[in-house]
T-cell receptor, first 110, second 113 residues
Framework: DAGVTQSPTHLIKTRGQHVTLRCSPI?????VSWYQQVLGQGPQFIFQ???????GRGNFPDRFSARQFPNYSSELNVNALLLGDSALYLC?????????FGNGTRLTVT | QQQVKQSPQSLIVQKGGISIINCAYE??????FPWYQQFPGKGPALLIA?????SEKKEGRFTISFNKSAKQFSLHIMDSQPGDSATYFC????????????FGTGTRLTIIP
């Protein structure tokens, strides 16, 4: 079975630019969550979507937004990139509270 | 405010030994406690999880011990192997309409021959 897939795997952007990260959940999973993992730290919750509706939002600025599509895939958008946005962005899909993560998108902001 | 505290930050164990990682939480609404294993360049992989209605759960060489009154839980890896060398994260969540996981800070485990 295919796990959670994320694209792209790596991305380099310049300060002030915009980025879109994509995620396809495990088949049958209707919930998708996004996490930011800064090097050396645990993942931090950004958003959760279930059936295309936002179920939760973490302590991130409005520059971060997301959406979920009818096929349950999801996009994370970040505007006006800052150097501090450099991190591994993880997508997870879930069934009954059990989260399964993809391998992430490594974003570097220069 | 950090809601899940994890220790130690790093751990070195000899092959065949027992690795023990501890976590403590503050939010009594937490009702799901998973452990994740992460290798460099990969996403966290769910290892084992427990709910507070049991005090221990074992899957192969991995055991979670849970102490509800102390608000603590721990991961024990028996017969530790070099392939277990990775970063381990404890986490917690409450099932109140969302599945937000609050992670600990991670433990870098190294198994030496």
């Amino acid at each position: 079975d295919a796990g959670v897939t994320q694209s792209p795997t790596h991305l380099i952007k310049t300060r002030g630019q915009h980025v879109t990260l994509r995620c396809s959940p495990i088949s049958g999973h209707k919930s998708v969550s996004w996490y930011q993992q800064v090097l050396g730290q645990g993942p931090q919750f950004i958003f959760q979507y279930y059936e295309k509706e936002e179920r939760g939002r973490g302590n991130f600025p409005d520059r971060f937004s997301a959406r979920q599509f009818p096929n349950y895939s999801s996009e994370l958008n970040v505007n006006a990139l800052l150097l501090g946005d450099s991190a591994l962005y993880l997508c997870a899909s879930s069934l009954e509270q059990s989260l399964h993560f993809g391998n992430g998108t490594r974003l570097t902001v220069t | 405010q950090q809601q899940v505290k994890q220790s130690p930050q790093s751990l070195i164990v000899q092959k065949g030994g027992i690795s023990i990682i501890n976590c403590a939480y503050e939010n009594t609404a937490f009702d799901y406690f998973p452990w994740y294993q992460q290798f460099p360049g990969k996403g966290p992989a769910l290892l084992i999880a427990i709910r507070p209605d049991v005090s221990e759960k074992k899957e192969g060489r991995f055991t979670i011990s849970f102490n509800k009154s102390a608000k603590q839980f721990s991961l024990h890896i028996m017969d530790s192997q070099p392939g277990d060398s990775a970063t381990y994260f404890c986490a917690a969540s409450s099932n109140f309409g969302n599945e937000k996981l609050t992670f600990g800070t991670g433990t870098r485990l190294t198994i030496i021959p």
